[in-house]
């Protein structure tokens, strides 16, 4: 009976892996996965009207819109589309004059094209 276990187990190691790079009984360590870009951000927008803005809750979704002064030419467009509301912060001491912050989600290229809109227009947001 030893020497069938014997010629078995001679056997068994004869027609296991032949892959002499890695140590034996020592499991592959996965290969280290290489981090892809933030595929979204969390931009902080300020609205010119500070009322639309108390109307939203974190989880709608808005389209945000960009007009320009109307000395300059008055034109619109639209700068988001469809992007998802993630904070309301409060207002400091109630002031709504000067607009108000709203935080959103947004592609990277997105948070891009919305800081350059609100340097030279007044933004808006609609509900989706």
């Known amino acids: 009976m030893a020497a069938g276990l014997a010629i078995t187990a001679a056997a068994l190691v004869a027609a296991g892996p032949q892959d002499t790079d ?9 290969p280290v996965r290489k981090h892809r870009a933030v595929e979204t951000v969390s931009a902080p927008v300020r609205i010119a009207d500070g009322a639309t803005v108390r109307l939203l809750r ?7 819109i960009a007009a320009e002064d109307a000395a300059t030419g008055g034109d619109a467009h639209v700068v988001a589309r469809g992007v998802r509301v ?6 400091v001491d ?3 004059e000067g607009g108000a912050l709203v935080v959103l989600s947004v592609p990277r290229s997105t948070a891009a094209r919305l800081a350059g809109a ?11």
């Open 22 to 30: 890695r140590a034996r009984g020592h499991p592959v360590a996965e």
């Open 58 to 64: 974190p989880g709608d979704r808005v389209d945000v």
């Open 86 to 91: 993630t904070k309301v912060p409060e207002p």
């Open 94 to 96: 109630g002031v709504t």
């Open 118 to 128: 609100s340097t030279t227009a007044r933004l808006a947001v609609t509900l989706c």
